[in-house]
């Protein structure tokens, strides 16, 4: 008994001394960099691969970190929706149909709705049509309390088959010099860093300021975790699920723009596929498919750890036709890790 | 009692922590054959983490727990814990989505022809068990659309539907209102002549007196004493609780009366909401708590749902001479309304976020410059409301879900408060709250009240409507009584009670 009496003291410190700062801070924001080891990890077997290229800023940037800005916003886009507590699957599609529709009336083949459109219509419309795909599922699921999953399942069909529809099956390509937007994109360089990097390093930047540290961001969190609270604390629960639906829509076509930029063209299978990374970037970076949990920074580290392994096995010679089936191993080894590295459950 | 008997469930050194908080440190427990034992604590004591333990759903770091003089079975046999002991929890343990029938023979449903599964057995067999319980449930009702209290029935059948000897109650009763305490007490005291042994945790003491034998005390995750309720009168048994000698305040004793001119700061003009309550009238002065006393089918709480925007209503609502959109909870805080949701466990509080963020939730606007939330100021808030209300955490940081229930309840209080109220709308607020707590909680609407706000106080416990300076009571959605300061508390009952025969 009398061993334990300074322990019962402890326990009690907490309350009798506010200003201390609470363990528990410290030991979120660690979960946060669950996944720097691993990461660390790749860097160094990377290294040991091809000591003369792999550590260099060159590899890194073009090689490395250049393939995956489109699918860090998607992410980002999919964690928004995650941690607001819904499902958004159609964002794979926004990747695809949004530039397509915007590059196919400013360049396409066509005079539907006064096409040719000026070049410079490219960007805002991309947008304004993600938007509108973000308003329509909202409807749905928000006005109508139709099934996340299913509406946007739905949608990513039905835009799907409308892309194909308007690439017809080919590719609009040779992008190159005809669309601004898409040139800077693709090739615009500040401080020779590619312009797209910059982009997701700001939107993210942005995202972890807005989720953290503003109103809007925690009534995120609070709306995933428990709605009737949320709405009992004078939140408009309704609002705040549909304002994120159309941004993480908007964030997808964004996205597409960037994709189609760094290609030079338009394929009718943009973004096909997608949105399987984009979850499991998402849940390896402590995204809770059950809302209301979750860092953008997290994702990030997802985003990058998934990056890095998909370079590593190439350098490590795998073979093309095996590649596939060890990218699923190793993305299950990285769910394990993380969850032993976070010490909490991923649901 | 006798001595040579073998405990039903004896626990010893029972230890348990979650991180840097040590849930239980010494929890010790030895329950008699046929005794109802009583289990008393202040929030966060441990209780709860001793009926984990005893339940085989949670792994003691370190202990000892034996049935009937036998080692405990390991903790993947479920069903070797089941034969010794059922138990209802203290957060509601039902599947929402399944049936009443089928959430009371979950995973033992009765079979038909070829061994499968046999609906219209299920069926019988559910409203044999809810008629032997006097449970006014149908069996084909989804759990989720249960009131607190038959959802609460349903889960007291279900355990001892079991068949176990030894039961344990984690305060059943702190959502149930006086008539359905007295027919559960009645089913104990029944069971208890046919031999079973129950283990019951509440913070109502008189509850205690009335049906335990024996009392255990836990103070500060410890075994503090286990004596017959005979030898412990209330002021020792708190005395154990708290760690000190002194008595309870009688809250509200010394409460002015407010001025018939005091300005109104809640005007109800024939608010209704259809099918539930007809049109009220109420007003709520400045400086006045109005307690609104009623069963749960009286539409008390309906009526608290409509004054603070969640439920879609008729009539008109002034906030401090401001009218307020019907259904619109931002207007409704707006105007000045501070609201504490009647179950906690529902849209009380979001388990997965800090304490620090639950406690801000009404005010994120008022955190910062320009709708910036700054982690500064909302700790600092979240800090003042720990210490104002006394909750037992670890710190802003800790999860609510973490906390036990008295303090999660603490934290929906802070919430409705932070927002700095003309006006606070109350329901059930001491739900699940030790006394020292209670005590502390009215003691802040008490003290908010006296200065200059108003306070609508839901409620069927006497406990809290004592503080009121005024109490109205509904029956079957209709104001039928008023009563000043000083009312005569049994008349008071009857009329709540009075509701089951109208
Ligand atoms: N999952 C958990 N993680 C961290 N701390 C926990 C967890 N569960 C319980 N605790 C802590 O353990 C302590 C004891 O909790 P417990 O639920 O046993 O209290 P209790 O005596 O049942 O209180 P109440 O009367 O309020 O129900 C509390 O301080 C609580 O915060
Ligand atoms: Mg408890």
């Known amino acids: 008994m009398s061993e334990q009496t300074d322990e019962r003291q402890e326990d009690q410190a907490p309350q009798q001394k506010p200003g201390r700062p609470a363990n528990r801070l410290k030991l979120a924001k660690l979960r946060d960099l669950a996944l720097i080891p691993p990461i660390i990890a790749l860097l160094i077997y990377g290294y040991t691969l091809k000591p003369d290229v792999f550590l260099t800023k060159s590899y890194l940037v073009d090689t490395v970190l250049k393939y995956q800005t489109e699918l860090a916003l998607v992410v980002l886009a999919e964690a928004l929706v995650l941690i607001v507590g819904k499902f958004d699957l159609s964002l794979e599609s926004i990747v695809g149909i949004a530039p397509a529709v915007a590059v196919f009336l400013a360049v396409g083949n066509t005079s539907m709705l006064g096409a040719p459109w000026p070049t410079w219509t490219v960007l805002p419309v991309a947008l304004i049509f993600g938007a509108l795909i973000g308003l329509f599922n909202g409807l749905l699921i928000v006005r109508f309390k139709l099934s996340a999953f299913i509406v946007t399942l739905a949608m990513l069909i039905a835009l799907r088959g409308l892309q194909l529809a308007i690439v017809g099956g080919a590719t609009i390509s040779n992008l190159a010099n005809r669309v601004p937007v898409i040139d800077n994109l693709g090739s615009l360089r500040i401080l020779t860093i590619p312009l797209s990097i910059w982009i997701v390093v700001l939107v993210f930047g942005l995202g972890i300021v807005v989720l953290g540290y503003t109103r809007i961001g925690r009534s995120l969190y609070a709306v995933g975790g428990n709605p009737d609270a949320a709405r009992a604390a004078g939140i408009r629960v309704e609002r705040v699920i549909w304002v994120t639906l159309i941004v993480a829509a908007m964030l997808a076509a964004f996205a597409g723009l960037m994709l189609s930029a760094r290609l030079g063209s338009v394929a009718a299978a943009q973004g096909q596929n997608m949105i399987f990374t984009v979850f499991a970037a998402a849940v390896i970076g402590g995204i809770s498919l059950d809302g209301g949990k979750g860092s953008l920074f997290g994702a990030l580290t997802g985003v990058v750890l998934l990056g890095l392994i998909q370079n590593v096995l190439t350098l490590a010679e795998v073979k093309p036709d095996q590649i596939q089936a060890v990218n699923g191993l190793v993305i299950l080894v990285a769910l394990v890790l993380a969850r032993l590295t976070s010490g909490k459950a991923q649901d | ?502």
């Open chain 2, 1 to 502: 009692m006798d001595d040579e008997q073998t405990p039903v469930v004896e626990a010893v050194g029972v230890a348990k922590r979650y991180g840097p908080t040590v849930a239980l440190a010494d929890g010790r427990l030895s329950v008699l054959p046929g005794e109802t034992h009583g289990l008393v604590g202040r929030n966060g004591a441990g209780k709860s983490t001793l009926v984990g333990v005893l339940t085989g759903l949670l792994k003691p770091d370190a202990g000892d727990v034996r049935f009937n003089g036998e080692p405990a079975p390991s903790l993947g046999d479920r069903a070797g814990w089941r034969r010794n002991v059922a138990c209802v929890y203290q957060k509601p343990s039902v599947v929402g989505e399944l049936s009443v029938a089928e959430n009371l023979f979950l995973h033992r449903q009765p079979r038909g022809r070829f061994g499968l599964l046999s609906p219209s057995k299920l069926r019988r067999a559910a409203s044999d068990l809810l008629e032997e319980w006097a449970v006014p449930v149908a069996p084909d009702v989804p759990a989720k659309e249960l009131t607190v209290e038959q959802r609460q029935l349903v889960e007291i059948a279900g355990a001892l539907s079991h068949g176990a000897r030894f039961v344990i109650l984690d305060e059943p009763t702190a959502q149930l209102e006086a008539r359905a305490i007295a027919r559960l007490f009645d089913r104990l005291a029944t069971l208890r002549e046919q031999g079973v042994t129950f283990l019951f945790i509440s913070h109502h003491l008189p509850e205690v007196y009335e049906i335990c034998q024996r009392v255990t005390v836990f103070r500060d995750a410890r075994h503090v004493v286990t004596a017959p309720v005979a030898e412990m009168d209330t002021d020792a048994l708190v005395a154990a609780m708290i760690g000190e000698a002194r008595e309870l305040v009688r809250l509200g004793e010394d409460r002015s009366p407010v001025p018939a001119d005091a300005e109104p700061v809640l005007e109800l003009e024939n608010v209704a909401v259809q099918g539930i309550f007809e049109p009220v009238d109420l007003t709520v002065r400045r400086g006045e708590i109005v307690g609104v006393a009623g069963s749960a089918a009286s539409g008390k709480r309906e009526l608290a749902e409509a004054v603070v925007g969640l439920r879609s209503r008729t009539g008109t609502i002034r906030a401090a001479g401001r009218t307020v959109r019907p259904a619109s909870v931002p207007d409704s805080l707006k105007a000045g309304i501070g609201y504490l949701p009647g179950d906690r466990n529902v849209d009380g509080f979001v388990s997965v976020l800090s304490v620090a963020e639950n406690t801000t939730m009404t005010v994120a606007d008022r955190l910062g410059p320009a709708g910036l939330v700054l982690p500064k100021h909302r700790d600092a808030k979240a800090r003042k409301a720990i210490a104002d209300l006394d909750v037992h955490t670890s710190g802003p940081d800790q999860l609510v879900g973490e906390l036990s229930g008295g303090n999660a309840q603490k934290i929906v209080m802070a919430r409705a408060l932070a927002s700095d109220p003309d006006v606070l709308v109350l329901v059930q607020p001491t739900a699940g709250v030790d006394v020292r707590s209670k005590e502390s909680l009215l003691g802040a609407v008490d003290a908010e009240t006296r200065r200059q706000r108003g306070a609508l106080l839901v409620s069927d416990e006497l406990e809290d409507l004592r503080v009121c300076d005024r109490v109205v009571v509904m029956v079957a959605g209709r104001v039928v009584a008023e009563h000043e300061r000083g009312f005569a508390e049994a008349e008071l009952v009857a009329e709540i009670e009075g509701i089951g025969d109208v």
